[in-house]
């Protein structure tokens, strides 16, 4: 039996662990991460990987500056990111970018200068106007591939 997959909630005090860098909720059953995820100052990788019922991300995932990996990959009900995803400048990994109702989240893609790997861009028919060329995929030199899914 896999106990990880019958996971459904995190408690909000989870922040008393201060010293954590590492946290793997994938293939649970979280709706949500909660806000006080945002003050684990240390944190360095969060997996969500397979949270088929993940509905949100805290709205403050931007305090998260060491962030370097946010793999969340298959998190089908997942509808948008949060603001200020461009402040975690040494994000290395984030899978998966859904853009916003009205597309003004897209640009943020343009301050991750360290991605590597996979990255699907979500939801595009959401932005008015997509220009790839306007600098959003610029210093992505590491991508090995892109996927653009429009619906």
Do not use: A, W
Request: glycine share 4%; aromatic share 8%.
């Amino acid at each position: 039996m896999d106990f990880q997959y019958y996971l459904e909630d995190i408690p909000s005090s989870i922040d008393n662990l201060k010293l954590l860098r590492y946290v793997d909720f994938s293939g649970t059953s979280i709706t949500r991460l909660p806000e006080t995820v945002c003050n684990l100052q240390n944190l360095q990788t969060l997996k969500v990987n397979n949270c088929q019922d993940l509905i949100i991300l805290p709205k403050k995932l931007e305090k998260l500056f060491e962030l370097r990996y946010l793999e969340n990959d298959y998190c089908y009900r997942l509808d948008s990111m949060p603001d200020g995803m461009d402040r975690l400048s040494l994000l290395h990994t984030l899978n998966t970018f859904i853009v916003n109702e009205g597309g003004t989240n897209l640009n943020e893609l343009r301050h991750l200068n360290h991605q590597e790997g996979n990255l699907c861009i979500q939801n595009l028919h959401r932005s008015r106007n997509v220009v790839l060329e306007n600098g959003i995929l610029n210093k992505k030199n590491s991508l090995v591939s892109l996927k653009l899914v429009f619906r």
